[in-house]
């Protein structure tokens, strides 16, 4: 409150120190310049009062008529030359009755050089038009100023509720892929822990270079929970061979798997567990034992700079769709949270089981965490 009230007195004073400037330069030009040309002056009482009954008609024309005349601008067409005229007449009576009182108690004036006259009339009218005229100057000029604040001052409060929206729309994404992400993260451990215990069960050997890679597997999805929002793709092929060698030593000569990708692809940014997921969904979902058709992974950059990520496989003869849904759904609001929309996933099973999947992210939708990495390619 206090401070409201500074801020409020500082305003205007700001405006009484302005005003009083203007008056002053303003008095300077209209009286003391044609007294040094002239030779003369007149008293200083008269100066006095007469500046002010002129300063009080512009300020009593600018802060209360005019804002009433135009307060309905179809009809100031009328209300002002009327106003004009009303004011007019009454500064003239005024001045006349003010000059009356300093020449019959002050003497300023011989008596007879005072009369109501056509001369007296149109001189006093004319310095009074002169300063009705300032005042609508002003008037115009001071509405002009303070609808362009108003203006400014909207398009202030728009922007920081714009800002503000932004923010909360921000951390509401990163909280839905924090949560997102936590879902997944089990899903792997689970997984990977099932693969073990079908080792361990049949050669003890292979049972602790899987818990060996098992830990590597940990360390990388430990790690994630405090990298940023963006890690590079070669963290997530590493952690992708990891778990290959777990299913080769799970099936040994039966796993029919097949990853390849671009090199210039590993300096990518990209959400945590891009590129695992899609894997982890083929390892769940998809034969990986028919040599016929072996499960097929690619990944690279294709002649647009857009990262694209394919996947073909034939799928399990007992299959829950449900399962193979949501896991996707999770991975698609994951990818639209993260790239604002841009990215696309494709993925459908044919008739006869063949499941594909296609992953695209547009060039422009890297270049905001990866920022001239793709002129490397």
């Not at 401070?3 to 203007?22: E, N, P, R």
């Not at 030009?29 to 002010?52: E, R, T």
């Not at 945590?272 to 990986?288: G, R, Y």
């Not at 799928?315 to 993260?338: E, Y």
Request: overall charge neutral.
């Amino acid at each position: 409150m206090i401070d409201h009230i500074k801020k409020y007195i500082f305003k205007y004073s700001k405006a009484i120190k302005a005003h009083a400037l203007g008056w002053f330069l303003f008095i300077l030009y209209d009286a003391v310049l044609p007294g040094v040309i002239k030779g003369y002056f007149g008293s200083l009482q008269n100066y006095l009062i007469h500046y002010s009954i002129n300063i009080a008609l512009f300020y009593f024309s600018a802060k209360k008529v005019l804002p009433a005349v135009f307060r309905y601008p179809n009809h100031s067409f009328w209300k002002l030359p009327i106003f004009i005229a009303i004011t007019l007449a009454s500064y003239v009576s005024i001045m006349f009755c003010i000059d009356s009182i300093l020449v019959e108690y002050n003497d300023v004036l011989p008596k007879t050089q005072l009369h109501f006259n056509k001369l007296f009339i149109i001189s006093y009218a004319w310095r009074g038009l002169y300063f009705i005229l300032f005042s609508i100057g002003y008037y115009f000029f001071f509405n002009y100023v303070k609808e362009r604040n108003k203006k400014e001052e909207a398009i202030f409060e728009q922007n920081a509720m714009i800002m503000e929206r932004e923010i909360h729309d921000k951390k509401l994404a990163q909280a839905k892929n924090a949560f997102l992400l936590a879902q997944i993260n089990p899903h792997f451990l689970f997984n990977t822990l099932n693969y073990i215990y079908y080792i361990v069960t049949r050669n003890a050997e292979d049972g602790a270079n899987s818990i060996t890679l098992l830990s590597k597997i940990m360390r990388y999805t430990a790690d994630i929970e405090n990298a940023s929002d963006f890690v590079e793709l070669a963290k997530e092929i590493d952690y992708v061979e990891t778990l290959t060698q777990l299913h080769k030593l799970r099936l040994k000569e039966k796993l029919h798997f097949q990853f390849s990708y671009h090199e210039e692809a590993k300096f990518i940014q990209v959400i945590p567990l891009l590129l695992i997921t899609i894997v982890e969904n083929t390892f769940k979902h998809a034969d990986i034992t028919d040599d016929n058709c072996p499960a097929v992974i690619e990944m690279g950059i294709d002649p647009q700079n857009n990262l694209f990520i394919t996947s073909r496989n034939k799928s399990k003869a007992l299959q829950v769709p449900a399962g193979l849904n949501s896991g996707l759904q999770n991975f698609h609001d994951r990818l639209q949270l993260a790239y604002m929309g841009k990215a696309s996933l494709n993925y459908q099973t044919d008739l006869a089981g063949h499941f594909t999947l296609e992953l695209l992210i547009p060039e422009d939708a890297l270049q905001n965490t990866n920022s001239s990495l793709l002129n490397k390619v």
